[in-house]
């Protein structure tokens, strides 16, 4: 399994590029907000901004303690938890709105995307949508995570979700890596 802490220490890590993706800029966010895999808060961040009464998690105190210091920064009222994406139930609430902007590409055994999926599911309230981001198979190279086949994302959301919108996107990558974006799929599920 890889280290996170490790990610996070020194330069940035090639996700985090300041502020939120275009893709999820655009987004309107309201209610109870998820951040699953949020690194440094800034998808957080940006929904609490907005009104949002957003949570951020991830697997990394590094990641957490730097998000909660963007968050004093800016004065922002926002909330961070470490946690484990397979223990989102432990939180003991739901949300109408998850984010994930790169967890679900970095699983590559068999079945933990669908695990994954239904364990994301679980916490949010019938009605409430998913908004993913994730590397594709149009990404040259093999630097960076998994890429994702559209096929897999149709097949992972086929059961409890209504995929919505599955469509080509970029993810911005910082300078000094093999690419300065990466092709990506957009995804909006919605919870049945």
């Known amino acids: ?23 999820f800029a655009e987004l309107q966010l309201a209610g109870r907000v998820i951040d699953v895999g949020c690194g440094t808060g800034e998808h957080t961040l940006f929904a609490a901004k907005h009104g949002a009464d957003a949570l951020g998690v ?3 105190t590094a990641a957490i303690a730097l998000a909660r210091e963007k968050a004093r920064e800016r004065g922002i009222e926002a909330r ?12 003991g609430e739901t949300f109408d709105i998850a984010l994930d902007m790169g ?4 699983f590559d055994e068999v079945g933990t995307r669908e695990r994954y999926a239904a364990t994301v599911r679980e916490v949010l309230d019938p009605g409430a949508v998913l908004h993913l981001m994730c590397f594709s198979e149009r990404t040259p190279g093999d630097w960076g995570p998994q890429r994702i086949r559209e096929d897999e994302l149709r097949s992972t959301f086929d059961r409890g979700w209504e995929l919505v919108t599955l469509e080509r996107s970029t993810i911005e990558i910082n ?14 599920a919605r919870r049945r």
């Open 80 to 91: 961070f938890d470490v946690l484990d994406a397979f223990d989102l139930p432990t939180l």
């Open 1 to 23: 399994m890889r280290d996170w802490e490790e990610s996070y220490q020194g330069a940035p890590p090639p996700w985090d590029i300041g502020r939120p993706q275009p893709r």
């Open 103 to 106: 967890v679900y590409h970095v």
């Open 175 to 188: 300078p000094g890596f093999p690419a300065s974006a990466a092709q990506a799929w957009y995804v909006l």
């Open 58 to 60: 991830d697997i990394s």
